[in-house]
């Protein structure tokens, strides 16, 4: 089994603040996947990361791909309310999640 | 392109008695994936449906069983409710092609409560 190992679980900060989330596996990955879920939704589908070391930018959101196709890493810029919510990973191929990150922004 | 859509949004049942869940995915998708998810667990797959076919499996018991028709909408059944099967159900459409990324696109959930 591929185990994604995300981290921090929780992470509560302030609108304006920067912040990065992680997820790691032993395994390596063809490509990787970051989803957001919103309460009272099902997960939502940001990004697809495909090739060692690529960067994908979505907005305020910087998904890295680690060059070991083994980690990738989410970071925030500028975070606001809107971005509240269940942050998870993906190895593309699979159909496990990591455990998520549950992020809340405040005002 | 309409969604994925699933029925009921929510649902109250009593332990031992039986339900069945069900999930339109979105057009031309023929993978259809089913998660259980909790505060405690996370979010827990339960089977993938491919062609009719059950492709993958998680790790749940016999109680939980799934099946796919022609049109590619799924149901899922669980008999003999626990308490502990409380839980948002999600299903999740997919092309389900090999070789590319499984992109998955989720409905809302059922939200399953057992009293």
């Known amino acids: 089994t591929q185990l994604l190992e995300q981290s921090p679980q929780f992470l509560s900060i302030q609108e304006g603040e920067n912040l990065t989330v992680y997820c790691n596996s032993s395994?390596?990955?063809?490509?990787l996947q970051w989803y957001r879920q919103e309460p009272g939704e099902g997960p939502v589908l940001l990004v697809t990361?495909?090739?060692?070391?690529e960067v994908k930018k979505l907005k305020r959101l910087t998904f890295q791909f680690g060059d070991a196709r083994k980690d990738s890493s989410l970071h925030i810029t500028a975070a606001q309310p809107g971005d509240t919510g269940l942050y998870l990973c993906?190895?593309?191929?699979?159909?496990?999640f990591g455990q998520g990150t549950r992020l809340t922004i405040n005002p | 392109k309409a969604g994925v859509t699933q029925t009921p949004r929510y649902l109250i049942k009593t332990r031992g008695q039986q339900v069945t869940l069900s999930c339109s995915p979105i057009?031309?998708?023929?993978?259809v994936s089913w998660y259980q998810q909790t505060p405690g667990q996370g979010l827990q797959f339960l089977f993938e449906?491919?062609?009719?076919?059950?492709?993958n499996k998680g790790n749940f018991p016999g109680r939980f069983s799934g099946r796919q028709f022609s049109n590619s909408r799924s149901e899922m059944n669980v008999s003999t409710l626990e308490l502990g099967d409380s839980a948002l159900y999600l299903c999740?459409?997919?092309?389900?092609?090999?070789?590319?990324?499984?992109?998955?696109?989720f409905g809302p959930g059922t939200r399953l409560t057992v009293t």
């Open positions: 999740a459409s997919s092309a389900g092609l090999a070789g590319f990324p499984y992109e998955q696109y």
């Open positions: 395994s390596v990955f063809s490509s």
């Open positions: 990361v495909v090739t060692g070391g």
């Open positions: 993906k190895g593309a191929q699979k159909l496990v």
């Open positions: 057009s031309g998708h023929r993978s």
């Open positions: 449906y491919f062609s009719e076919t059950q492709r």
